[in-house]
């Protein structure tokens, strides 16, 4: 199979950008992300662009601001798997053998969206009763009656029912346990300067902080705010024609993985973010030839500090039912023997939408570079990123560090 690598890569500072539209942050990330693989969009062979809240057309609208070259566009649109859809659409591009070069870029402005949900299939007419609306509208809105479509009373459900499952005395996912991961990602946070958030926070303050959906307060939620994130990749052999130094810095993606759902009775009601995380896992792990125990860090999808939980088990970071065990032994901190969320997670850094997927990137390759200052988890040469919309899509990536250009 041909080599796949992340030539440059690069991420906004996310938080909130009033004086700055899409265009202005994804130009950014672009151009930043090509300065840093040495290249132009002249060496481009494929844009994909990534942005769920824009009018549809923003990789042409971002061409004019970095560059057109007349190479095809992809819009991509995938809920909060928008920026690892559009990596891996300028992937496949490569491994096609369409181009040898190619750049991805995911952007969203989203300070003060509030709750956003997973789908709206309320009547929409302003009246009480309910009216069928084709395919989608046919079928009564579930929310308040059968669980919740709204993000937080959702992931709120799926930690609850994880500690139903599996929770025994000494091993709860009570209210404190899922505090404590929130704790874990806003310390964190302190080291990360392009985060949202860099403060902080006591669990006595998150515990006792803004109830949205118990058992998440408002800090074990993902901050919605704006920001971009973009990367280069290139074929391994077009790679080993450019300079050394390039080759150096260039990280390797072993495995690049994107699945939905399988059918299963329930999911056609609520959402199940487990088992096509597990699926992704379980293919990345077997292409890239390596196993949970590789990995040096894991940048996963916290969308809430109860989603964080479950996904240390889908991820089989941990044996099946004892993610509370693995949370308490320290693993994940940022010391521990598997660290998660270095970069404070989306509770901390930020969530743009459809830059998570690339930003998640981005915080694994700087730790493979040995780039990532204070916050270096040092020796990191394998890495996992994740990230799961709901409707569902679920993308992974496995990263190595490079082995090339050490002459």
Known sequence: MMDIWILGINMTKFGKHFDKDIVDLGAEAMMAALAD???????????????????????????????????????????????????????????????????????????GAGLLG???????????????????????????RIGSATMPALFAQIGTEYDH??????????????????????????????????????????????????PNTRPMCSANCDGAAAAVVVSGEKLRTLSLEQQRRAIKVSASVLTTDPYEEACQVLPNVNTLTRNAAKTAYETAGVGPADL??????????????????????????????????????????????????????????SATGIANIWEVCHHLRGEAGPRQIEGAKVGLAHVIGLGSACGIHVLEKSGLGAA
């Open 296 to 353: 040096d860090l894991v940048e996963l999808h916290d969308c809430f500090a109860t989603a964080e939980l479950v996904h240390y088990d889908n991820l089989m970071l941990c044996e099946e039912g004892n993610a509370v065990d693995f949370f308490k032994s320290g693993a994940t901190w940022r010391d521990g023997s598997t660290p998660v969320n270095v970069s404070g997670g989306l509770q901390s850094k930020g969530h743009p939408i």
């Open 37 to 111: 693989g040495s290249v132009t969009m002249a060496d481009m062979g494929i844009l994909a662009a990534g942005n769920l809240m824009g009018s549809g057309g923003i990789g042409q609208e971002l061409q004019k601001q970095v560059g057109q070259t007349g190479i095809p566009v992809y819009n991509v649109s995938n809920a909060c798997a928008t920026g690892a859809t559009a990596l891996r659409t300028a992937i496949m591009a490569i491994k096609a053998g369409e181009c040898d070069m190619g750049i991805a870029v995911g952007v969203e402005k989203l300070a």
């Open 165 to 214: 499952k599996y929770g025994g005395e000494g091993s709860r996912a009570d209210f404190e346990l899922f505090a404590r991961i929130s704790e874990k990602n806003h310390s964190h946070s302190t080291l990360n300067p392009l985060a949202a958030y860099t403060k902080a926070m006591s669990l006595e303050q998150i515990m006792g902080d803004m109830m949205i959906a118990y």
């Open 118 to 144: 997973s789908s709206d299939n309320s009547p929409g007419d302003g009246k009480h009763e309910w009216t069928p609306k084709g395919r989608v509208g046919a079928v009564t809105g579930v929310d308040g």
